[in-house]
């Protein structure tokens, strides 16, 4: 309505240049987050109109005066504020040697904390990069306010934000602040070594618009990335380049294409899959790493920035630093990793299994939603199906073979489906998060209820939570409550049970210091199984909601824990899990804490349900470069011991980086930036005492010159 109203009042304005026209309605299309009301607005159109009057005499200079003023206003009026939050917010500050800190009071000791470690972290992840702004502090804006699992470093102004909302789905790391202080802390030293040659010229005479073309210009994206994913990876236990499910993409496609080029892969395609600059880019930097040494990436860098020209740069870093052209390089690697991926293939007892829907002839992703046994006794299995060529639906899976595509679903986040009561059809559940119209960084979540009759046909559509904190949604069987995580600010985490119509939290489980994720419920509805994440590691927990007891039922690790499910009988949880180097499906007994390998399958099983007579475990796995499919094993079937790869392998077949790139970074890494996990109020005490908090006033930056 602003809009409109504005642009009414322009066209009636009587301008003496009708580009000036062109020009207001820019500053009102181009501008989605409203920045300027509607008197300030017009009031600036005025001026320009007054300019050009001024202007007309100059006749050579009044052609450029609308396209550059329009250039100007657009560029400045339509950028996002991405640092900046909801007014009200109270922030304090904390500074380090290299950092100053900024957040809500919620994250105080979280920043007291970090303050301690950060420094010490920055110089690990920086050691073959120069520092070139030794006396410029890094402003680190943290943020618990919106519920993205996100960080990431920028310019105009030059800072990093960090999001406190763990990210479970995309990570394999337990302490979620030192996993982004390692990759964002690689980006931040990635920004200072690049303002050099002729990256710094572009920056002297363009200030950080040009310090950031020069970085983009001279560093493709799957080295800025890649080699972040290394350094998280390196510099700890854990890290994506640790997790199968991150390093399959590239080993299958090295297995199946040992031929595939350096420009197809790190190139995007609408007609097929190509692997993210994530992962493209840490298989190619832990190669370039581990067969040509760290001084090789020194010399990477420091050409990339030095000639910072679109592809002449990194070409001329890699002759240098490997003395070959980044496909010659690249070819190297992929035939290597070809090889000790056949290798590993043939070293391991593979779990027999039948698949019950292959993926599509393009990239395909499935997510088991249901397994249910219909009236006439037969089988129906619901997955949420995702590829390049269709949006993700909901598809019904028969026993003869067919399969029915049903409603539309979000491609990505956590989906629930249960029986409605007394068997009159199914309901769906899941949450969506929607962002402040105006402050990126804030945001909240939704949650969506569907119900449908046995036919697949919607018949009602409702929200019973909006505007929450609350994750992961999980229904019961019957379809009455959903089990939740619910993210509170700082570290007041809780799990609750909500009542699936009317949204009413119902029962809570506090975890201080620690998050839930992926609840699931067991038959009879009484006990909810649920993973937690802490500094200290990952586990599997029980929730009995009559008592509220809470039970370990796996021990503390650094492995990954996913998708727990109650088995038909309740007595066992099943769940896939990274140990040994594999993920593979895994079931511990609720009464012994016991656990048996289920299925392992080249080159991964995750997500797992169980049928309802208890004889089948479903599963995803992804395959091929065709992406995922879904088959099935006995569920009675028990994995020998030596069917799991051994951990110390996983380094032998090549699919981590080699022992001397590893294990001597982390040990050359100070011990504050390993920082134990159970003693983080001690280490929050000395952040207070060597960098006490105080107010952060916005009036002290308001002349921040970059």
Same mark, same amino acid.
């Given at each position: 309505?602003?809009?409109?109203?504005?642009?009414?009042?322009?066209?009636?304005?009587?301008?003496?240049?009708?580009?000036?026209?062109i020009?207001?309605?820019?500053?009102?299309?181009?501008?989605?987050?409203?920045i300027?009301?509607l008197?300030?607005?017009?009031?600036?159109?005025?001026i320009? &109109?007054?300019i050009?009057?001024?202007?007309?005499?100059?006749?050579?200079?009044?052609r450029?005066?609308?396209?550059?003023?329009?250039?100007?206003?657009?560029?400045?009026?339509?950028?996002?504020?991405?640092?900046?939050?909801?007014?009200?917010?109270?922030?304090?500050?904390?500074?380090?040697?290299?950092?100053?800190?900024?957040?809500?009071k919620?994250?105080?000791?979280d920043?007291?904390?970090?303050?301690?470690?950060l420094?010490? #972290?920055?110089?690990?992840?920086?050691?073959?990069?120069?520092?070139?702004h030794?006396?410029?502090?890094?402003?680190?804006?943290?943020?618990?306010?919106?519920?993205?699992?996100?960080?990431?470093?920028?310019?105009?102004?030059?800072?990093?934000?960090?999001?406190?909302?763990?990210?479970?789905?995309?990570?394999?790391?337990? &302490?979620?602040?030192?996993?982004?202080?390692?990759?964002?802390?690689?980006?931040?030293?990635?920004?200072?070594?690049?303002? %050099?040659?002729?990256?710094?010229?572009?920056?002297?005479l363009f200030?950080?618009?040009?310090?950031?073309?020069?970085?983009?210009?001279?560093?493709p994206?799957?080295?800025?990335?890649?080699?972040?994913?290394?350094?998280?990876?390196a510099?700890?236990?854990?890290?994506?380049?640790?997790?199968?499910?991150?390093?399959?993409e590239?080993?299958?496609?090295?297995?199946?294409?040992?031929?595939?080029?350096?420009?197809?892969?790190?190139?995007?395609?609408?007609?097929?899959?190509?692997?993210?600059?994530?992962h493209m880019?840490?298989?190619?930097?832990?190669w370039?790493?581990?067969?040509?040494?760290?001084?090789a990436?020194?010399?990477?860098y420091?050409?990339?920035?030095?000639?910072?020209?679109?592809?002449?740069?990194?070409?001329?870093?890699?002759?240098?630093?490997?003395?070959?052209?980044?496909?010659?390089?690249?070819?190297?690697?992929?035939?290597?990793?070809?090889?000790?991926?056949?290798?590993l293939?043939?070293?391991?007892?593979?779990?027999?299994?039948e698949?019950?829907?292959?993926a599509?002839?393009?990239?395909?992703r499935?997510?088991?939603?249901?397994?249910?046994?219909? &009236?006439?006794?037969?089988?129906?299995?619901?997955v949420?199906?995702?590829?390049?060529?269709?949006?993700?639906?909901?598809i019904?899976?028969?026993?003869?073979?067919?399969?029915?595509a049903?409603?539309?679903?979000?491609?990505?986040?956590?989906?629930?489906?249960?029986?409605?009561?007394?068997g009159?059809g199914?309901?769906?559940?899941w949450?969506?998060?929607?962002h402040?119209?105006?402050?990126?960084?804030?945001? #909240?979540?939704?949650?969506?209820?569907?119900?449908?009759?046995?036919?697949?046909?919607?018949i009602?559509?409702?929200?019973?939570?909006?505007?929450?904190?609350?994750?992961?949604?999980?229904?019961s069987?019957?379809?009455?409550?959903?089990?939740?995580?619910?993210?509170g600010?700082? %570290?007041? *985490?809780?799990?609750?049970?909500?009542?699936?119509?009317?949204?009413?939290?119902?029962?809570?489980?506090?975890?201080?210091?620690?998050s839930?994720a992926?609840?699931?419920?067991?038959?009879?509805?009484?006990?909810?199984?649920f993973?937690?994440?802490?500094?200290?590691?990952?586990?599997?927990?029980?929730?009995?909601?009559?008592? *509220?007891e809470?039970?370990?039922?796996t021990?503390?690790?650094?492995?990954?824990v996913?998708?727990?499910?109650?088995?038909?009988?309740?007595?066992?949880v099943?769940?896939?899990?990274?140990?040994?180097?594999?993920?593979?499906i895994?079931?511990?007994?609720?009464?012994?804490?016991?656990?048996?390998?289920v299925?392992?399958?080249?080159?991964?099983?995750?997500?797992?349900?169980?049928?309802?007579?208890?004889?089948?475990v479903?599963?995803v796995?992804?395959?091929s470069?065709?992406?995922?499919?879904l088959?099935?094993?006995?569920?009675?079937?028990?994995v020998?011991?030596?069917?799991?790869?051994?951990a110390?392998s996983?380094?032998?077949?090549?699919i981590l980086?080699?022992?001397?790139?590893?294990?001597?970074?982390?040990?050359?890494?100070?011990?504050?930036?390993?920082?134990?996990?159970?003693?983080?109020?001690?280490?929050?005490?000395?952040? *207070?005492?060597?960098?006490p908090?105080?107010r952060?006033?916005? %009036?002290?930056?308001?002349? *921040?010159?970059?």
């Amino acid at each position: 309505m602003q809009s409109s109203t504005s642009e009414l009042r322009i066209q009636q304005s009587g301008f003496k240049n009708q580009n000036l026209e062109i020009i207001s309605n820019a500053l009102i299309r181009f501008n989605p987050l409203r920045i300027l009301p509607l008197w300030t607005t017009c009031r600036i159109v005025s001026i320009l &109109d007054y300019i050009w009057g001024q202007s007309m005499a100059v006749k050579h200079i009044h052609r450029w005066t609308s396209v550059c003023l329009a250039v100007l206003i657009t560029s400045v009026f339509s950028t996002t504020l991405g640092a900046l939050h909801i007014p009200g917010t109270k922030w304090y500050q904390r500074e380090t040697e290299r950092f100053l800190l900024i957040y809500p009071k919620s994250l105080s000791n979280d920043a007291a904390a970090l303050s301690v470690v950060l420094d010490d #972290v920055l110089k690990s992840v920086s050691a073959e990069l120069p520092i070139t702004h030794k006396k410029k502090k890094w402003p680190l804006v943290l943020t618990d306010l919106g519920l993205e699992a996100n960080g990431y470093v920028s310019l105009m102004p030059r800072r990093s934000v960090w999001y406190a909302t763990p990210g479970e789905d995309f990570t394999a790391t337990s &302490d979620w602040w030192m996993f982004l202080a390692r990759h964002e802390g690689r980006h931040l030293a990635q920004f200072d070594a690049a303002d %050099s040659g002729f990256t710094r010229v572009l920056h002297i005479l363009f200030g950080e618009l040009g310090w950031g073309a020069g970085l983009v210009f001279g560093h493709p994206s799957w080295l800025l990335e890649g080699d972040s994913v290394y350094q998280e990876t390196a510099l700890s236990g854990e890290g994506r380049g640790r997790d199968p499910l991150f390093t399959q993409e590239m080993a299958l496609i090295a297995a199946e294409n040992p031929e595939a080029g350096y420009y197809a892969l790190s190139n995007p395609s609408y007609r097929e899959h190509r692997p993210s600059i994530y992962h493209m880019g840490y298989a190619f930097n832990s190669w370039i790493r581990r067969q040509y040494g760290d001084d090789a990436m020194k010399t990477i860098y420091h050409f990339a920035a030095r000639i910072g020209l679109p592809v002449i740069a990194i070409d001329i870093g890699m002759l240098k630093g490997t003395g070959g052209h980044p496909r010659n390089v690249f070819k190297e690697m992929i035939q290597d990793l070809a090889e000790r991926t056949r290798a590993l293939k043939e070293s391991v007892n593979w779990t027999e299994a039948e698949i019950i829907r292959p993926a599509d002839k393009v990239f395909t992703r499935m997510n088991p939603l249901l397994i249910d046994r219909q &009236d006439d006794g037969e089988t129906a299995v619901f997955v949420r199906k995702t590829t390049l060529a269709e949006p993700a639906r909901l598809i019904r899976l028969n026993s003869d073979g067919t399969e029915e595509a049903l409603i539309r679903l979000p491609s990505e986040g956590r989906v629930s489906m249960s029986r409605l009561e007394q068997g009159s059809g199914y309901r769906l559940a899941w949450h969506s998060l929607r962002h402040h119209p105006m402050f990126e960084a804030v945001s #909240v979540s939704d949650f969506t209820v569907v119900d449908m009759d046995n036919n697949g046909r919607v018949i009602r559509r409702f929200h019973p939570v909006t505007d929450s904190r609350y994750l992961y949604p999980a229904l019961s069987a019957d379809g009455r409550f959903i089990a939740a995580a619910d993210m509170g600010r700082g %570290s007041e *985490n809780r799990l609750i049970v909500l009542d699936s119509e009317s949204g009413m939290v119902l029962q809570e489980l506090a975890l201080p210091e620690a998050s839930a994720a992926h609840p699931s419920w067991s038959a009879a509805g009484d006990r909810v199984v649920f993973t937690v994440r802490s500094n200290a590691g990952r586990r599997i927990a029980e929730w009995t909601i009559e008592t *509220n007891e809470l039970r370990w039922l796996t021990p503390l690790s650094r492995d990954t824990v996913k998708h727990p499910v109650y088995s038909a009988d309740s007595r066992e949880v099943v769940y896939s899990s990274n140990t040994g180097g594999i993920e593979a499906i895994r079931a511990v007994s609720v009464e012994t804490l016991e656990i048996r390998a289920v299925a392992q399958r080249w080159y991964s099983a995750s997500q797992p349900a169980v049928s309802a007579d208890g004889r089948w475990v479903y599963f995803v796995e992804y395959a091929s470069t065709k992406g995922e499919q879904l088959a099935r094993a006995e569920f009675s079937h028990t994995v020998k011991e030596n069917g799991i790869l051994p951990a110390k392998s996983t380094k032998e077949n090549g699919i981590l980086p080699a022992k001397s790139t590893l294990e001597d970074s982390i040990s050359n890494v100070p011990n504050q930036t390993l920082r134990d996990p159970d003693s983080i109020q001690e280490v929050a005490a000395r952040g *207070n005492t060597e960098h006490p908090e105080s107010r952060y006033r916005f %009036s002290t930056h308001a002349f *921040n010159i970059h």
